[in-house]
């Protein structure tokens, strides 16, 4: 008989597994409570819209509608559909459709998978997660400066020290019109020292250019033509404004005049919050985005942060330590005694405790080593003793030497409750 060849996931497309459980819950509860705190409210968009929202919104000579989106043709009905690259373009797609600015600015938010067609490497994936926030319907510089107050707190909630804030200031579309026709003239009297990529954006997007990683074009980009010397007076005066709000909430920041972000809506200000050299959160200013997409012109600005990389840097801040997989655990033999296991775990559940019941056979050595492998608080324990006289034997797992008590069946609820939210501190002696 031949051996049945094992499927694998698709590269770059990750499981996340019951160990890790415990970092992905701690960023969503904190992302939550942080939302909450600043008035966001939670969206939620499908996964796949239609790809002419993203080549419309992201801007079709960029890296992510070029090279990376997971495009397709729906069978059904020839629909060009794409797997989400990222949020914003869906959440103002649904702003939009459901006229959620009729009665005035939004604050909404939202997380969820997105899916980029790219090499996987150490904090990016193909199937990766973000978290974002839009402010729609805020014009002024304050809605920029309430979004990196946003993320300051929660990196202060998540124990986060080592990010750092980036800005800069992309102005408006007049302004980049004649900073690109000065970067175009700049670069074409370099043509010869541009790699492909940027002979290829030269007419089409030249800004993009800027933002190169190849090393060897490091020094032309850093003499190129510079936006904030186009930047007219409104311009400068929203992005003094941004700094002066930063400066007086006490926010370190540097700017940097590459800063340009990988997609064709920002305007104004953008921003990066950068660990280790990598970029784990991004955002600024879309203004015309709305607009774009068919929607009354109207202001926005917004953020999405990378799950993946955000986690990574809560595992290097935090220790090494497993969540318990339960409070309790209940252990037993005999039928008579699963019967009344079974309706304890029911009653402890009620209680709010987490509960694990032993299911199937075993000895009780090998139901001790299980439940001491779940970290459990305290194992509870009826066998056939315990059962005929309505008792539950209690085990303090994390005690070194706490022997075995005996409790009353009717009793072992508030007994139980009571020990574990620490009211008696001392678990000795028999009830």
């Given at each position: ?7 694998r ?5 990750n499981?996340?597994l019951p160990?890790d ?9 904190s992302v ?15 996964i796949?819209?239609p ?8 801007g ?6 070029e ?5 397709f ?14 949020c914003?373009?869906?959440?103002v ?42 402010a729609l ?6 809605a ?31 302004e ?17 020292e ?19 990683k ?9 003499a190129?033509?510079?936006?904030a ?32 972000r ?12 950068v660990?280790?050299g990598?970029?784990?959160c ?6 015309p985005?709305?607009?774009m997409?068919?929607g ?15 986690i ?12 318990p997989?339960?409070?309790v ?42 439940a001491?492998?779940s ?5 509870l ?10 008792r ?15 409790v ?18 001392e ?5």
């Open positions: 008989m031949s051996k049945i060849e094992k499927i996931g698709v590269r770059g497309m499981d996340v160990a459980a415990r970092w992905w819950r701690r960023l969503e509860e939550a409570a942080t939302m909450a705190a600043y008035g966001y409210q939670r969206i939620r968009t499908p796949v819209e790809t002419g929202l993203f080549v419309r919104g992201i079709e000579v960029t890296d992510i509608v090279k990376e989106m997971y495009s043709v729906d069978s059904l009905n020839g629909e060009a559909l794409t797997l989400r690259p990222e914003t373009a869906g959440v797609r649904a702003v939009i459709e459901h006229n959620l600015l009729y009665d005035g600015p939004k604050r909404l938010w939202y997380t969820g998978p997105m899916f980029r067609h790219e090499r996987p490497q150490k904090g990016r994936y193909r199937q990766f997660h973000q978290v974002g926030a839009e319907g805020f014009a002024g510089p304050d920029d400066c309430e979004v990196i107050l946003l993320c300051q707190r929660l990196w202060d909630d998540l124990g986060l020290a080592g990010i750092s804030l980036e800005i800069n200031s992309l102005g408006q579309p007049p980049r019109v004649a900073h690109r026709e000065a970067l175009i003239a700049y670069f074409e009297a370099h043509v010869d541009l790699d492909a990529d940027a002979r290829r954006r030269l007419h089409s997007n030249p800004l993009r250019i800027l933002d190169t190849n090393p060897v074009m490091q020094g032309l980009v850093e190129a033509p510079r936006l010397d186009f930047l007219g007076e409104e311009s400068r005066a929203h992005f003094e404004s941004l700094q002066t709000m930063l400066r007086s909430r006490n926010i370190p920041f540097r700017i940097n005049p590459r800063l340009v990988g997609l064709d809506y920002y305007n104004l200000t953008v921003f990066e919050w660990a280790d990598l970029t784990v991004g955002g600024g200013r879309y203004d985005l709305i607009g997409l068919g009354k012109p109207a202001p926005a600005c917004g953020f999405a942060l990378g799950v993946e990389r955000i990574e840097l809560m595992r290097a801040e935090a220790d090494s330590g497993v969540d997989a339960c409070d655990y209940v252990v037993h033999q005999g039928e008579a005694a699963g019967l009344l296991a079974l309706g304890l775990a029911e009653r402890l559940r009620d209680r709010g405790l987490d509960v694990i019941l032993h299911c199937g056979e075993g000895s009780f050595k090998s139901q001790f080593k299980r001491d492998a970290l459990a608080t305290v194992a324990i009826i066998g056939e003793e315990e059962a005929a006289g309505s539950v034997g209690v085990k303090w797992l994390r005690e070194a030497g706490a022997g075995q008590q005996s009353a069946l009717a009793d072992i609820d508030e007994w139980l409750i009571d020990r574990m939210s620490g009211s008696i501190d678990h000795t002696g028999d009830d």
